[in-house]
């Protein structure tokens, strides 16, 4: 009987991908499901954008092998998007262009990590961070935080989780399941612990830079002291609602950088050329439908805030960024319905899923066993609905 590698059976699945792979199964069979569980804009890709990538097929110019780390044009305007937005320094030769952000922490991990390297993961955190930590071997170690910090980790924490084998630390900011942003004055805190141990780094995935409702993003490696120490991760996707077109990026130490480079050289080689001439006309045009899909977000995030405020038993905090909530549901584990007990969030969502028909995602996959996780990246008239839904459902739970 043939056998998948131990490596592979081992992988835990996407959660987010699982849970959107049964609403589809529902949706399949004519139930009308709200899907919630995605981390996908519900905007289109700007027309500008789309007529950039029109236009490079029109010119055919760009149908051979882009270099792997991406045209050099493309690095060069990243190389600016990070100095004038970001105050950070990095050359085109620091920047690797990938198949989405996903790749580009792939890359990282492959290319920094030995067999039993710890890498530290702020907890709640994106389900993939895991299983890219453990495939190229290394550890996982957790520092949580909780709601009532907004589920940042603090530095004292930090602190208490470094030990010799710590090689980097992972979060991101706004941050995915939670909507939490780290302040500057956060990130300095957690930049002095960094800075006290030789040969360890910070990935810092900012790939919602864009959606932060607080005027105020900083990216780490800008702090004194940490443009050595830090790869920045980035991308299109939800900024620019680029999901489809999978472009993502770094900026990284030049070594580092090349490694990614090696890595991915063997792996996919370069990224789609016609994306990236669409991702280079989203960099070099105008913020403005960005600015127009964001403050949309936060319409949204104060009306989502206040239905789920009114439902009994759901402890909910303010995000402050991406289009995530991250609801405590712990008080309905034990309570059932008819015969059946919901044991945790995953028995929640699939409840959730069967008899509101609404999608959501178990915290446990993030890292949070207590919550769940729910994207308003949709219409008004879908939320309102979902949540009606939900708590519908969850009242008739005894």
Request: with cysteine.
């Amino acid at each position: 009987m043939s056998r998948l590698s131990n490596r592979i059976e081992n992988l835990a699945e996407s959660a987010t991908l699982a849970m959107a792979a049964k609403a589809r199964e529902f949706k399949e069979k004519g139930i009308n499901v709200i899907s919630l569980s995605l981390g996908e804009p519900d905007f289109k890709t700007p027309k500008h954008i789309q007529e950039g990538a029109k236009q490079a097929i029109d010119e055919g110019k760009y149908f051979a092998y882009p270099p792997v780390n991406g045209y050099l044009d493309l690095r060069k305007a990243i190389s600016e998007k990070f100095k004038n937005e970001n105050n950070l320094e990095y050359g085109p030769n620091q920047i690797v262009v990938s198949n989405g952000a996903k790749q580009s922490i792939a890359n990282i991990m492959f290319a920094l990590l030995n067999p039993g390297d710890e890498v530290i993961v702020f907890a709640p955190f994106w389900v993939s961070y895991t299983a890219l930590i453990e495939l190229a071997e290394g550890v996982p170690v957790f520092v949580e935080g909780g709601i009532e910090n907004d589920f940042k980790a603090t530095a004292a924490q930090l602190k208490e989780a470094i030990t010799d084998k710590t090689k980097a630390i992972i979060f991101s900011s706004p941050c995915n399941p939670t909507g939490s942003v780290f302040t500057k004055e956060e990130l300095t805190e957690i930049a002095e612990v960094i800075k006290e141990k030789d040969d360890l780094y910070v990935i810092s995935d900012e790939i919602y830079e864009h959606i932060n409702y607080t005027g105020a993003h900083c990216s780490i490696g800008s702090l004194p002291g940490m443009q050595d120490r830090t790869i920045t991760v980035n991308g299109f996707a939800k900024g620019f609602a680029m999901t489809g077109w999978r472009v993502g990026y770094i900026g990284a130490p030049e070594w580092i950088a090349k490694g990614a480079n090696k890595m991915q050289g063997q792996v996919t080689s370069a990224n789609c050329s016609i994306a990236q001439r669409a991702a280079l006309t989203a960099l070099t045009s105008d913020l403005g439908p960005t600015k127009e899909m964001a403050a949309e977000y936060l319409k949204r995030r104060d009306m989502v805030y206040d239905l789920l405020k009114a439902i009994p038993g759901v402890g909910v905090n303010v995000p402050k960024g991406a289009f995530y909530f991250f609801p405590d549901v712990s008080s309905y584990f034990g309570k059932k319905a008819g015969d059946k007990v919901i044991k945790d969030a995953s028995d929640l969502c699939i409840h959730i899923l069967e008899e509101a028909h609404v999608s959501l995602v178990t915290g446990q996959a993030f890292g949070a066993p207590n919550c769940v996780r729910l994207s308003y990246a949709a219409s008004e008239e879908d939320l309102r609905e979902a949540i009606k839904r939900i708590s519908e459902v969850l009242s008739k739970l005894s």
